[in-house]
């Protein structure tokens, strides 16, 4: 049963939940398209077929700008795949909260899309990190023997 709200006016049904939710997740960025933002300490790259996709990501993930292009890509990677997405984070050293809020993102695009994630390989301190804000216990998180995406050979740009 919908409820109405006497000072606005508006009808509700769970979606203040909603709103808090994507407000205290939501992850200010720059622009997408500009082309002047460059990642000096993170590194993606997405490799295999979409069937079963692969995504390695190296470095820090500590700045605004980080975060976000984290989002972009794995967020693209969750659009173009069809059932699994298998991320190797032995490399990651380092995510701040704007990462973590960047994850949980990708992280609720991949369950509406109805695709499996795992992040594999993940630092125990990282893992401490995510415990602490609670993003622990939204991901499949897996030690890095486990990952069964595809092999990966490191680009020039990402050595």
Not at 69 to 75: A, K, T
Request: charged letters at 20%.
């Amino acid at each position: 049963m919908q409820k109405e709200d006497k000072k606005s006016g508006f009808r509700r049904k769970g979606l203040t939940l909603q709103i808090f939710i994507f407000a205290l997740f939501f992850c200010k960025s720059a622009d997408e398209h500009d082309p002047a933002v460059q990642m000096q300490s993170l590194c993606i790259e997405v490799i295999g077929p979409p069937a079963n996709q692969g995504v390695h990501v190296r470095g820090a993930c500590n700045t605004i700008e980080e975060a976000h292009y984290l989002r972009q890509v794995l967020g693209k990677a969750v659009v173009h795949g069809s059932d699994t997405l298998w991320i190797d984070c032995q490399q990651l050293t380092d995510i701040s909260y704007a990462g973590q809020q960047a994850i949980f993102h990708v992280e609720q695009q991949a369950r509406a899309a109805h695709l499996v994630t795992y992040w594999c390989g993940l630092t125990a301190e990282l893992q401490q990190r995510l415990v602490a804000t609670g993003l622990a216990l939204l991901l499949r998180s897996l030690p890095a023997t486990s990952y069964q995406g595809p092999g990966y050979r490191p680009t020039p740009s990402c050595r």
